[in-house]
Nanobody, 126 residues
Framework: QVQLVESGGGLVQAGGSLRLSCAAS????????MGWFRQAPGKEREFVAA????????YYRDSVKGRFTISRDNAKNTVYLQMNSLKPEDTAVYYC???????????????????WGKGTLVTVSS
């Protein structure tokens, strides 16, 4: 059974940092691009960041560029999202997702994902 399990969410003050992890099990995702998405209360889910299968290319939504960093450790089948300078508008449930094998990282933001985690809540207080 394939699972993506997010962890690392929590409550943090504005300006603070959190590091999210997404551990995959059931199969290896070392040949897949991977992505992070988020959904704030009352809003639609939106793309946050993506990384190519090798980790050599990364992509971000404009509002998190320079503050968030996506990375991966294929040996551990894990993807990370380092979030710095957090703002109240970053408050959301953050989801890890895996697209079909072979999809380029640059296309993650506009494509249907094959697998989703259950999410981890990030709350940023002002």
């Amino acid at each position: 059974q394939v699972q993506l399990v997010e962890s690392g969410g929590g409550l943090v003050q504005a300006g603070g940092s959190l590091r999210l992890s997404c551990a995959a099990s059931g199969r290896t995702f070392s040949a897949n691009a991977m992505g992070w998405f988020r959904q704030a209360p009352g809003k639609e889910r939106e793309f946050v960041a993506a990384i190519s299968w090798s980790g050599g290319s990364t992509y971000y939504r404009d509002s998190v560029k320079g503050r968030f960093t996506i990375s991966r450790d294929n040996a551990k089948n894990t993807v990370y999202l380092q979030m710095n300078s957090l703002k109240p508008e970053d408050t959301a449930v953050y989801y890890c997702a895996a697209p079909p094998k072979g999809l380029p990282g640059k296309d993650v933001k506009d494509s249907k994902m094959d697998y989703w985690g259950k999410g981890t809540l990030v709350t940023v207080s002002s």
